[in-house]
């Protein structure tokens, strides 16, 4: 034992962003981390670990549970859209873990 404690949130992202809030990285300046917390609980809400090992269609009927995939928004443009704001928010992080 070395002496260090783990982080022991696994892969919540919603107990990652409560950690990264108690050690004051997070400021609120002009809104930008306000922003970063909705993002991630958009996230999170639509993303857990096990996903990987579900077919397309078994994520698409959770998505379709929880509204994402509904009429007018298909699977497809949910997906895309749920990329796209994970790539958002990392490139975010990138610039939180530069501070």
Wanted: with cysteine; net charge positive.
């Amino acid at each position: 034992m070395t002496g260090k404690k783990s982080l022991d949130t696994g892969h919540d992202l919603r107990e990652l962003l409560t950690h990264v809030r108690n050690l004051g990285l997070l400021s609120y300046h002009a809104g930008l981390d306000a922003e970063l917390e909705s993002q991630i609980q958009d996230i999170a809400r639509l993303w857990f670990n096990n996903m990987r090992f579900l077919s397309s269609k078994s994520v698409e009927t959770i998505w379709y549970n929880l509204g994402e995939v509904r009429k007018g928004r298909t699977f497809k443009q949910a997906n895309e859209s749920f990329y796209f704001a994970s790539e958002s928010l990392v490139k975010r992080c990138e610039i939180l873990c530069q501070r």
